[in-house]
């Protein structure tokens, strides 16, 4: 079992910065494949990015491509979405996922891929 808490999300003007830390509980969490994914109102949920368990292994959306930097610290059971030059399409609650894999490379655009999901931080991005 894996319990995710995010964090880190506010009210920033275009251009700006943050960055999204989400807090992993439970043993598993270096086994685990994570993603950040978003959802604006009206629309449905999206992929971000998402890192290997190993961490060597990054995909992102072509949307945040180059803005956005997904990295993790399996000794503080953390994963960390760093965002620049955010846009006021970026606004969204981002949600944190994990998924359990025996694979260390594995990396999953796929939300149905991610066994756990936590609760969502709020980003608004004002232009």
């Known amino acids: 079992q894996v319990q995710l808490v995010e964090s880190g999300g506010g009210l920033v003007q275009a251009g700006g910065s943050l960055r999204l830390s989400c807090a992993a509980s439970?043993?598993?969490?270096?086994?685990?494949?994570m993603g950040w994914f978003r959802q604006a109102p009206g629309k449905d949920r999206e992929f971000v990015a998402a890192?290997?368990?190993?961490?060597?292994?990054?995909s992102y959306a072509d949307s945040v491509k180059g803005r956005f930097t997904i990295s993790r610290d399996n000794a503080k059971n953390a994963v960390y979405l760093q965002m620049d030059s955010l846009k006021s399409e970026d606004t969204a609650v981002y949600y944190c996922?994990?998924?359990?894999?025996?694979?260390?490379?594995?990396?999953?655009?796929?939300?149905?891929?991610?066994?756990?999901w936590g609760q969502g931080t709020q980003v608004t991005v004002s232009s």
């Open positions: 996922a994990a998924g359990l894999t025996f694979l260390s490379g594995a990396v999953w655009t796929e939300n149905y891929k991610y066994h756990y």
């Open positions: 439970g043993r598993t969490f270096s086994s685990c494949a």
């Open positions: 890192i290997s368990w190993s961490g060597d292994r990054r």
